[in-house]
């Protein structure tokens, strides 16, 4: 039975949500872009029964997937949990089975399964597309196919026994000239194992090219970046070993004596190829983008000085502070002979690490990043609520070559996610188009979707929920000729 | 589109709800009990589209059914809205069609049917079920039938043709000893027409008996009451035509001149046997139950004064104030001469007019009525709300034999609605089981099911729903061996 009673955080707007849901022509404010064809998919992650123990982390919580449907001015939404395994073996059970985040040695026994970690996974943080399927993705396990249109889960998949890991990142990159999908899975060969696998996919879904290595040091890989050459991944702060996951703790602690690393994989290149760059105690959880420039990679991403995260005791011992985190641009000199990177901040301005582009220029030469932040400037009764300490109340479009910064401010008592780029149907020019995000209203309890002209930032529409959301993970925008829609 | 922002009163917990939702094993506080096995059935008005008149009054919205099913200490949740003709077109045209309640001269020309107001019926007001089928009902067309288990909807239905009228009212009576259903329909015959038909299913749904007759004057004739030997409809107050229909008003007007009526018509006898109690100006809208006696038949029902219903007009161009409202036992003499019934206030504690008993008693010798109140004695903050002014915060039994009231309080934030009697499993004892009624907490912004223990009136369980919920109008439990539940 479902008593989330004893649950400190676990009341008001961010109770779980615990329901699945249709609206039929969503109640909207302004005016909706006509021409808007497609589908914006969240994945939330979503407790379908209390975590045990009691302090386990949101980031373990069961994955449910919502969408908002646009057609021809019209918005349908839709929102069910994505059907794992784990999922289904507690809904059976009717109980919490599985212990601490990615680590199966605390599960129940019925279900303890530490050689194959990746069934425990909750599929709860990207939504991706390519070769017009639609999957589910966690890093820590593989990616389940999802119907686009009825949000049915098919299964996880390994791509036909194609993919060699025990494990997907819930951040793939396409490139956007070939259409080709680069995809790695990290601790690929069992738990806190330093195994990499990394593959190419064309534009069909078939693996073209596949990588195995190993990083520096075991870590959390959760993001990638990618450049028309080169593939980036970033790792590094975070640690773990099987004796920690013995001794019945979260899979990850924070090590601040360990230097962030970069493994720079040349597309053309074989596994010996790869070039480990490492830098200070950094925390680069996403990237926005990155290019080859001759014999450098750049890549531009929101870093953080120390541990970002909340929930990951810091193993010094120090009390969890949030570190500034501001978008940078970190090169790699492919002819140093140091394997040191150098960093550069591009903004003062403090940015959640939710980053978008127009992923039209994902590996090119660009100009904007858009990213959730606070504008301390605008006034905001939403700060209030202790789970909207890490929130944002604006939407930034940051310009790289200007230096500029063009907002959009959400609403006072609005927390606002990440805004994902939709491209304006026809058009080619980098950034025309608009952003699409979540504004939770806790005062009214509801979750709405604001709409955003990307060139001027001027919001142009609003989607308005009759019931709260649990915060997303991750967004993601695909139009109607990315996936077979309804 | 769906724009609500004109809509004055649709902000906050009771505004539209326009969503279908599973829940599955619903949040709970207490302990449910192990042997509940049924389902507990509401039907909301709830508006798909924003009335056009913007005055156009709640009863005209749309149906939607939600049902918490019971099993096993578990409950599971599902709320869908009943596809009427009326609501597929209006999703077929994304916009509202039709104007004032039980008005068609008020509609989109284009699905404008006087000739058919029963195509127009939103099916909004009772869950009803017998011979195994579930029915959404409403009295001014004929009943849905529901699948209650996915609430599909199958349909409407005029039972293969033995349904002789336009209409079917929202509270037939089921004969406990016989396992008949007496129902009716008034404007049987067409709009504003004085014709009311009213016949008698077996237990396996077959139509046994038919009756039709005029009532003294056309009046709403919500509810009916049901003995061994008589059927009783009460009505009056409510007036209307065709001359006010087609001035584009809503249907009902108050007209305190008019006397209330009363058919009293024997099971076993013909039309010509039916006779008509006056009485003063009075609303019975619902029904408790009732019995007769030798020559006497008594009916037991909430009754008020006055005009009952905000939103009908007076037509004596007084401003409506709620009427004083209490439990009364009103009494036909079959040997009277004058055909004037007899009325006793049972109690002068005000209540709602949403009064039930133990079914299991209906036309007998009995002793409980069950019934929403507001307790002036216990704290409420919920009477703020502008739309729970009506509200209720306590249940209440009252025991016709000794005058006692037996009290459940609800909650300091929390709107109760009417509850029903569930009997446990395995008893015959009048009043021993449940009582299962909605809680709305707007604190919260969330919809709360209460199961109270019905021989002590102390609260056991509470089924906690992660969103808000429309208003019900009624709600029944059906228990597993009265419908072929999954």
Redesign the interface.
């Known amino acids: ?5 004893g649950q400190a955080g676990m ?2 707007y961010f ?15 302004g005016e ?1 872009p006509k021409d808007l064809d497609g589908a914006f998919y969240r994945l939330h992650p979503d407790w ?2 209390p975590p045990n123990p009691p302090d386990d982390i949101p980031l373990a919580s069961d994955g449910y997937m919502s969408m908002f449907r646009f057609r021809g ?2 918005v349908d ?1 839709k929102g069910r949990y994505v059907r794992t395994e784990r999922f289904e073996r507690q ?1 059976s059970a ?1 109980r919490q089975l599985y212990g601490y985040y990615r680590n199966p040695f605390t599960d129940d026994p019925g279900v303890r399964d530490p050689e194959h970690p990746q069934r425990r996974t909750t599929a709860n943080t990207t939504p991706v597309a390519h070769a017009g399927v639609l999957y589910a993705t966690k890093e820590d396990g593989l990616p389940h196919r999802i119907d686009p249109n009825t949000l049915e889960t098919i299964g996880p998949t390994d791509f036909g026994g194609a993919w060699k890991s025990q494990a997907f990142t819930a951040h793939p990159k396409i490139d956007p000239v070939t259409g080709e999908m680069a995809a790695f899975g990290y601790e690929a060969s069992g738990l806190c194992s330093k195994d990499v696998f990394l593959a190419i996919f064309d534009r069909t879904g078939a693996v073209t090219r596949e990588w195995r290595f190993e990083v520096p040091y075991t870590s959390m890989l959760h993001d990638m970046a990618l450049t028309r050459e080169h593939v980036i991944i970033p790792g590094g702060g975070c640690v773990t070993s099987l004796e920690r996951l013995h001794e019945g703790k979260t899979h990850w602690a924070w090590d601040s004596s360990k230097p962030s690393y970069y493994g720079v994989i040349p597309r053309d290149g074989e596994a010996k190829d790869i070039r480990w760059f490492l830098g200070p105690e950094r925390a680069v959880v996403h990237t926005a983008n990155a290019r080859t420039e001759g014999s450098k990679v750049i890549l531009e991403a929101p870093a953080a000085d120390a541990n970002p995260w909340p929930w990951f005791e810091d193993l010094a011992g120090g009390q969890f502070t949030a570190p500034r985190n501001t978008l940078r641009r970190i090169t790699f000199d492919l002819d140093s002979k140091d394997d040191r990177c150098t960093e550069e901040v591009l903004f003062e301005q403090p940015v959640t690490s939710f980053t978008r582009v127009d992923d039209r220029r994902l590996g090119l030469p660009y100009r904007y990043i858009y990213v959730q932040y606070f504008d301390l400037d605008r006034p905001s009764r939403a700060g209030s609520h202790p789970q909207l300490r890490y929130g944002a109340n604006s939407f930034g479009r940051f310009d790289i070559l200007t230096g500029e910064l063009k907002s959009c401010f959400g609403g006072e008592t609005h927390m606002l996610q990440e805004p994902s780029f939709v491209p304006r149907p026809g058009s080619s020019e980098e950034g025309d188009g608009w952003l699409i995000g979540t504004a939770h209203n806790p005062a ?2 509801r979750a709405e979707l604001m709409i955003v002209d990307a060139p001027t930032m001027q919001e142009v529409a609003r989607v308005i ?4 959301n649990a915060t997303q993970v991750h967004g993601a925008w695909f139009g109607a000729g990315e996936l077979p829609l309804a």
């Open positions: 039975m479902a008593d989330f009673s009341r008001g109770a779980p949500s615990r329901f699945e849901a249709d609206v039929y022509d969503c109640e909207t404010t909706i379908l029964y001015g019209v939404y809904m009717r009214e309890m929920l009759p019931f709260r």
